[in-house]
């Protein structure tokens, strides 16, 4: 997933967030502004549903957010 990033979410998507690591299927996310923060938070179960759906199994369950 942190290596994928790109090819997990859209282009925007990637463009102002980046994953910084995975623990107990929490993935901690560095973005660029609150503003982000809050759009990806709206689209979390999106975000982890495509992240799940391309690894074939359930290895994310929360996302959490830091504004670099």
Same mark, same amino acid.
């Given at each position: 997933?942190? =290596?994928?990033?790109?090819? %997990?979410?859209?282009? @925007?998507?990637? +463009? &102002? #967030? +980046?994953?910084? !690591?995975?623990? *107990?299927?929490?993935?901690? $996310? @560095? %973005? !660029?502004? =609150?503003?982000?923060? =809050?759009?990806?938070? $709206? *689209?979390?179960?999106?975000?982890? =549903?495509?992240? &799940? $759906? !391309?690894?074939?199994?359930? %290895?994310? #369950?929360?996302? $959490?957010?830091?504004? *670099?």
């Amino acid at each position: 997933i942190i =290596n994928s990033w790109d090819d %997990v979410v859209d282009k @925007k998507i990637a +463009q &102002n #967030s +980046q994953p910084i !690591k995975i623990q *107990r299927e929490t993935l901690f $996310l @560095k %973005v !660029k502004s =609150n503003v982000w923060a =809050n759009e990806l938070n $709206l *689209r979390k179960g999106e975000i982890i =549903n495509k992240i &799940n $759906l !391309k690894m074939g199994e359930k %290895v994310i #369950s929360e996302i $959490l957010f830091k504004v *670099r």
